[in-house]
């Protein structure tokens, strides 16, 4: 049995039981609840201890990789810079229309009560615009790391990796090799916390069905929603970039693209999908040899355009069902250390990389982290929407790099 079968059994055997206990006898549903919640609880405790030395070496990590990327060639910075312009425009325009589309529902008193009941931190307050620019840059990085502040933590990290892109090569290739290790460690860790991932799921969610009721259905579903609307519409304001800054006709850019979507959609993976993508690039598309076999390995290497709209549109999701609205510092913050925690995390496998880069996006605007897990456990459904996105990214980011570069030139 697979690792996604294993979770959504968990989490079905949760919602199940926790809802057939709330209609049933809700006195003992919620005695239930108190005795299950602490297994989830050290299961999630387990995963968030790999939080701090993850991200900080991601973002190291994948700030050298990108600079080495860049130093190749002047096609390589272009496509750096169109990976980063994309990613920032992505979350953005999530920041912007997750909580408008949320705004238009009302959500779940009973729900916003079970996760509070967790005992984690509300939403952050925010003390204005003079308090969230002072908050960016920490006074003292190892407290930032002890107190789990993820953004002045990333903030250093970013400083860090820069700093060791100027330095000589031979202590630069060491140290970003001990990162890269680090985090190599960090996630075999969370593969083997993700092995007990059924029965921490299924603590979770039973104790927050057993008090919320259907009601965790009807939220779960809103979810599911808003991730497969907003894929949808990225995917379609992909296209028109590629139309309008890659100079291509619709239809000859959409034959080229179809066949790498049908492959995205029956893989759900981008790595698989490369060799579609580099034949309809040179064959359909006719872009040269030298800007699609250099721009597409490095878009699957360090460019996953849903990445940043699942992680804004989690926390904007998060912060609705607790009845609560994030303010525009907050969610700008959200953007900025979206690209950060993206461009450092592709490549992650399975649900590994779900916890690994929501937590950081979650945790810095001062969200429960405790729905995540089970928001993972259904992120397989509109997982497929989001590889046929990325696949398009990709194909766009290609496209608007070779209309920078003539073939003559």
């Not at 050290?42 to 991601?58: E, G, H």
């Not at 729900?111 to 908050?135: D, F």
């Not at 809103?222 to 497969?228: F, G, H, K, P, V």
């Amino acid at each position: 049995m697979n690792q996604t079968v294993r979770v959504l059994a968990g989490l079905i055997a949760g919602l199940v039981i926790g809802i057939l206990l709330a209609w049933r006898t809700p006195e003992t549903a919620l005695q239930t609840a108190a005795i299950v919640e602490p297994f989830g609880k050290l299961w999630l405790n387990a995963l968030q201890m790999t939080v701090v030395p993850l991200v900080f070496s991601l973002v190291v990590v994948g700030i050298n990789q990108a600079s080495d990327a860049a130093h190749s060639g002047r096609v390589a910075k272009q496509a750096i810079m169109t990976f980063v312009l994309l990613l920032t425009a992505a979350a953005a325009m999530t920041a912007v229309l997750a909580p408008l589309a949320l705004s238009l529902l009302q959500p779940s008193h009973a729900v916003a009560v079970a996760l509070q009941a967790h005992g984690e931190a509300s939403p952050a307050a925010s003390g204005g615009w003079a308090a969230a620019l002072t908050a960016i840059v920490p006074s003292n990085a190892l407290a930032a790391a002890v107190a789990n502040a993820m953004l002045p933590l990333v903030t250093f990290a970013l400083f860090f990796g820069f700093a060791l892109t100027r330095i000589e090569a031979t202590g630069r290739t060491q140290v970003v090799g001990f990162f890269k290790a680090v985090s190599d460690a960090m996630i075999v860790i969370v593969h083997w916390v993700l092995l007990a991932a059924p029965v921490g799921i299924f603590a979770l969610v039973l104790a927050l069905t057993a008090r919320a009721g259907l009601d965790v259905l009807q939220a779960l579903g809103i979810y599911i929603l808003l991730e497969c609307a907003l894929y949808a519409l990225a995917t379609i304001l992909l296209i028109a970039t590629a139309l309008t800054f890659g100079r291509r006709k619709l239809g000859e850019f959409m034959t080229a693209l179809v066949p790498v979507q049908a492959v995205a959609a029956s893989t759900q993976s981008s790595l698989a999908t490369l060799p579609a993508m580099l034949d309809s690039a040179q064959n359909r598309l006719a872009i040269p040899a030298r800007i699609s076999g250099l721009v597409l390995p490095m878009a699957v290497s360090l460019f996953r355009i849903t990445s940043p709209i699942q992680y804004i549109a989690t926390a904007c999701f998060i912060a609705w069902a607790l009845g609560a609205a994030l303010t525009p510092a907050q969610l700008a913050t959200g953007v900025a250390l979206s690209v950060l925690v993206s461009m450092g995390s592709v490549g992650l496998p399975g649900q590994a990389i779900f916890l690994a880069t929501n937590l950081p996006v979650t945790s810095a605007l001062g969200l429960p982290i405790s729905p995540l897990p089970v928001l993972m456990a259904v992120d397989a459904i509109p997982d497929v929407l989001a590889t046929v996105g990325n696949v398009t990214g990709d194909m766009t980011a290609t496209a608007v790099v070779a209309a920078r570069n003539p073939a003559q030139e």
